[in-house]
T-cell receptor, first 110, second 112 residues
Framework: DQQVKQNSPSLSVQEGRISILNCDYT??????FLWYKKYPAEGPTFLIS?????DKNEDGRFTVFLNKSAKHLSLHIVPSQPGDSAVYFC?????????FGKGTLLTVNP | EAQVTQNPRYLITVTGKKLTVTCSQN?????MSWYRQDPGLGLRQIYY???????DKGDVPEGYKVSRKEKRNFPLILESPSPNQTSLYFC???????????FGEGSRLTVL
């Protein structure tokens, strides 16, 4: 049973536009959520996180929104840049155990 | 510089030949973990360790062993590798007061 779902395997956007990556979860015990970015041949790197007591966290071009009632979070990238092209993993934490989604491949076209 | 170092980065081996993938960290983190990444399946946790001499199974522990004799090292052992263990493996560490995992660069393992 997949507890963290990223239903879009891929997303393509134009440079300068907004990228919105979505993630749904089923376990209400998750209390911390993170987004990781992964380039080919590299390990995932931390991007941004949000605690379950918040509904928004912003860091530069990246904003994560959390809707606890819908068990949904999203990552917004504005404006998108070609260097943002990568696989993005959503992860949810419960008692120090991180569960990852399957990832979404974002392609930002120049 | 904070680092998580895995070795080897690439390995081709044959079924049944025992191998070990090493992981070492210099951040003094208590928590260490192993993941495998497979196409269409994302990152799945194999084993994790909350501290020295404490290890627990993750979501896909079958066919793997780990040990945590010292804080900085967390090797992944495949006693008798099989082709379904062909994958990209990541070691990661974490400090308890933050949620952030630090990943190594990955070890691509092929079992023939």
């Amino acid at each position: 049973d997949q507890q963290v779902k990223q239903n879009s395997p891929s997303l393509s956007v134009q440079e300068g536009r907004i990228s919105i990556l979505n993630c749904d979860y089923t376990n209400s015990m998750f209390d911390y959520f993170l987004w990781y970015k992964k380039y080919p041949a590299e390990g995932p790197t931390f991007l941004i996180s949000i605690s379950s007591i918040k509904d928004k966290n912003e860091d530069g071009r990246f904003t994560v929104f959390l809707n606890k009632s819908a068990k949904h979070l999203s990552l917004h990238i504005v404006p998108s840049q070609p260097g943002d092209s990568a696989v993005y993993f959503c992860a949810a934490d419960s008692n120090y155990k991180l569960t990852f989604g399957k990832g979404t491949l974002l392609t930002v076209n120049p | 510089e904070a680092q998580v170092t895995q070795n080897p980065r690439y390995l081709i081996t044959v079924t049944g030949k025992k191998l070990t993938v090493t992981c070492s960290q210099n951040m003094n983190h208590e928590y260490m973990s192993w993941y495998r990444q497979d196409p269409g399946l994302g990152l799945r946790q194999i084993y994790y360790s909350m501290n020295v001499e404490v290890t627990d199974k993750g979501d896909v522990p079958e066919g793997y062993k780990v040990s945590r004799k010292e804080k900085r090292n967390f090797p992944l052992i495949l006693e008798s590798p099989s082709p379904n263990q062909t994958s990209l493996y990541f070691c990661a560490t974490r400090q308890y007061n933050t949620g952030e995992l630090f990943f190594g660069e990955g070890s691509r393992l092929t079992v023939l």
